[in-house]
RNA sequence: GGAGAAAUGGCAGAGUGGUCGAAUGCGGCAGUCUUGAAAACUGUUGAGGGUCACACCUCCGGGGGUUCGAAUCCCUCUUUCUCCGCCA
């Protein structure tokens, strides 16, 4: 969520920027200063209606202290006009203050200034490329074929105890899994963020927090029952632990780590380009989220993505990044790096990774303060990011290490899975 | 699931209708003393709205009600604790 005081400021650059998302916010934004001119203007009325009241209150019961029941009575009178103006005012109050916040909530974050204009994924800027694409041989296989040839991954079962899109990952390919969240786990702990495990169901309140509600209802799995939503991401609880906090300057910076299962509706997506691991409802992710001084969290953005990058040589896996154009950055984030792994099996780039900063958009939402060296209150900045997806990576692997005779495994997992070869 | 008790500032904890945004202690911050630190002493220390700045308004778990006036009374929800039951 915008800060309002910002759309006071510069209404003019935040129309501008937010053209960069192929958005005109020109309207919104003017309804916007409309309702809170006139939040504003009620405010101050209801203000004084209450002021007044105070004071009368003060007053009569002073005289009924002083044995002046008479003269009290004339004057509770009076508050009677008062109570009723007050209630009125404090409903338009309350009328104007809802939807106020409904409209902040379907503004975007302001794009930085480095992301690049463009309306689809195609515009997205590559912005560095590494690894070399292994030459496999003419039978080489994706993995959805690779899983079911030494079965690993069973999907028509998982479709028969849940449904399509919840995989039955078996024997070495389960192993594969837990391999790769350790080695996760360990890489992110070494490069100082605190490993935590948190709850995969979150509440409402968890959920507009980071900006998942009201922008992506449809997306997440809703139990009626409990009125809790299952995460899509560790995101979600993660940042959330830092809802309605005031954080200690010298807390700075705060970088946290978390394995979760997420869970995705993923409606509307079919086609080819789902197959196997590519797109799933259940998958596995290690995210990690830091929450930094907003003079440092560019800095900390840099630092993420060499730590990915760090992951991904070690792993020997081809890949590129791509800085997010303004039609496909997501609806929170200011900056996003896509992280991609060539499949080589499927002769194209998979998403694995998405790095962010969301400055102070989700901060706004989650009131996330730090104190100033001046003591005042300010919204820090919230940043977070894959470290890894598990099932593009499982692709990756099997496509890219596959050999006449079974699936090598890369040398920094072999310790972790105990066996260096899936055949 | 059943019965009872409770929820107040960073923490602990007073406050049962007006003088309460709220005693006191601890913690935090600033200062005095000290070569420095500790101790001691002094001051200061919640959040949001509003204002150029004040004034002023709101907030004592959430929501609603009674009253001229609510932290204090009533209703309701949530959470926590104790006892019982069940159980990984």
Redesign the pocket.
Known sequence: MLQLQAIRDSKNNIINALKKRNIDATTIVENVLELDEKR?AT??K???T??E??????E??ML??TGKAQEATIL?EK??AL?EESKTLTEDLNTAAEELQQLLYQIPNIPHESVPPGSTDEDNEEVFKEGSIPKLNKNALPHWELAKKYDIIDFELGVKITGAGFPIYKGKGARLQRALISYFLDKNTEAGYTEMQVPHLVNEASGFGTGQLPDKEGQMYHIGADNLYLIPTAEVPVTNLFRNE?IKESDFPICYTAYTPCFRREAGSYGAHVRGLNRLHQFDKVEIVRVEHPSKSFDALDSMVEHVKNILRELKLPYRILRLCGGDLGFTAALTFDFEVFSTAQDRWLEISSVSNFETYQANRLKL?Y?DENGK?QLAHTLNGSALALPRVLAGILENYQTEDGIEIPEVLVPYCGFSKID
């Open positions: 504003r405010q101050t209801l203000d004084n209450l002021a009241s105070n004071k009368l209150s003060k009569i019961g009924f202290k509770k508050t009677v109570k005031i303060r104190k209150n």
